[in-house]
């Protein structure tokens, strides 16, 4: 059973073939990083004029690569929210028109439902429960997942996200966007031990909060004059530093959550468990806990539509389809909160 998937909630536009929810036959992904680079942060409406001009072309690729015509695709999910609501817009009216014109079902998938099921499109697959970590440039939460469409927020950012940290550091720091990547890269070659960051645990709940976090890099940053005035060793150990604070609170709290959860898996999700040292802090920690943690490949952690084709593959076979009056939302919870 072969599932269109289609994402445009931020600044990525995607589309995927993917086959009975685990199999991906196809995976495009055009970035606008180039667009928002020199703004150092996405600007919603260049956004959505390239969602528009790329949809097309994008899901053209991804049909053509998957040597798929519509008459073999069962259904089209499409990114609903949350996200930026002109660019989910695109994606939206998009797959609408393509499911009316085409006679093919419309399933509906949040972007954060999609991030979790990123992992079943690698062997081996988690098994329910488990423990979510999804980590990106809009969110940080933490779920409790009991099988499909059984999620349990667990804890949430109150104000930046994880990746938005990154990238706003990067941005202090003179850097283009996204920053995660640049941070990552620098920081290998710096101290992590260089410049004690405050580390927000935020005591007796799973929220997390890194604007603190980002300030203190700023006002450290600041001391100097401007970034000008930190020298190019300086720089990594800041990196480094900054990040290493970063790693030890999402480690921890994952880590944590799952223990008082007595849950033995944790899934990685997002952009920001792209990172190298992310990845290597928080297996070795899991591993000292007997907790078992799934890492999707980096390509995957980052926004694409093969996510959202995994989870539709669900509401699909579930029985779970849109109507054509299926409206985007900037703001959509996934699940339940918790107590
Ligand atoms: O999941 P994603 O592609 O989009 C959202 O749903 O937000 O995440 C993008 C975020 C950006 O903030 C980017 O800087 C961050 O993920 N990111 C990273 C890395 N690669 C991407 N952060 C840290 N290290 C990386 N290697
Ligand atoms: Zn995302």
């Not at 690729?61 to 002109?86: Q, W, Y």
């Not at 509906?108 to 988690?126: D, K, Q, T, Y």
């Not at 640049?182 to 890194?210: C, E, H, M, V, W």
């Not at 980096?298 to 029985?319: E, S, V």
Request: proline share 5%; aromatic share 8%.
């Amino acid at each position: 059973m072969r599932i269109l998937g289609i994402d445009t909630s931020c600044d990525d536009t995607a589309a995927s073939v993917v086959e009975d929810g685990t199999k991906i036959i196809s995976n495009i992904v055009s970035s606008q990083a180039e667009i928002h680079e020199k703004y150092g942060g996405i600007v919603p409406e260049l956004a959505s004029r390239r969602h528009i001009e790329m949809i097309w072309p994008v899901v053209d690729e991804a049909m053509n690569k998957a040597r798929t015509d519509f008459k073999d695709i069962s259904a089209i999910a499409v990114c609903h929210g949350p996200g930026l609501i002109g660019s989910l817009l695109v994606g939206v009216c998009f797959a609408k028109a393509l499911s009316y014109v085409n006679g093919i079902a419309l399933v509906a998938v949040n972007h954060l439902e999609g991030h979790i099921f990123s992992r079943f499109l690698e062997e081996p697959e988690p098994e329910f429960p488990f423990l979510a970590l999804i980590a990106s440039g809009g969110h940080t939460s933490i779920y409790r997942v009991d099988g499909f469409g059984m999620y349990v927020e667990l804890g949430r950012t109150r104000d930046d996200a994880a990746g938005e940290a990154y990238d706003k550091v990067a941005k202090l720091l003179g850097f283009g966007y996204p920053g995660g990547p640049i941070i990552d890269s620098l920081a290998q070659s710096g101290n992590p031990a260089a410049i004690n960051f405050p580390r927000p645990y935020l005591p007796k709940t799973f929220d997390f909060s890194f604007s603190g976090l980002k300030t203190a890099v700023l006002s450290y940053v600041r001391k100097k004059g401007d970034s000008s005035g930190v020298n190019g060793n300086e720089v990594s150990d800041i990196a480094a530093s900054f990040q290493s604070a970063v790693i030890d609170v999402l480690t921890e709290k994952a880590i944590t959550a799952a223990k008082k959860e007595g849950l033995k898996e944790v899934v990685l999700a997002g952009g920001v468990c792209a990172n190298s040292a992310l990845r290597e802090v928080i297996v070795r920690r899991a591993g000292q806990e007997g907790i078992k943690i799934y890492l999707p490949s980096p390509q995957l952690c980052t926004d694409n539509a093969a996510m959202i084709a995994a989870a539709g593959f669900y509401h699909f076979k579930q029985g779970k389809l849109a109507g054509l009056d299926l409206n985007p939302r900037a703001y959509l919870p996934l699940g339940s909160a918790h107590g």
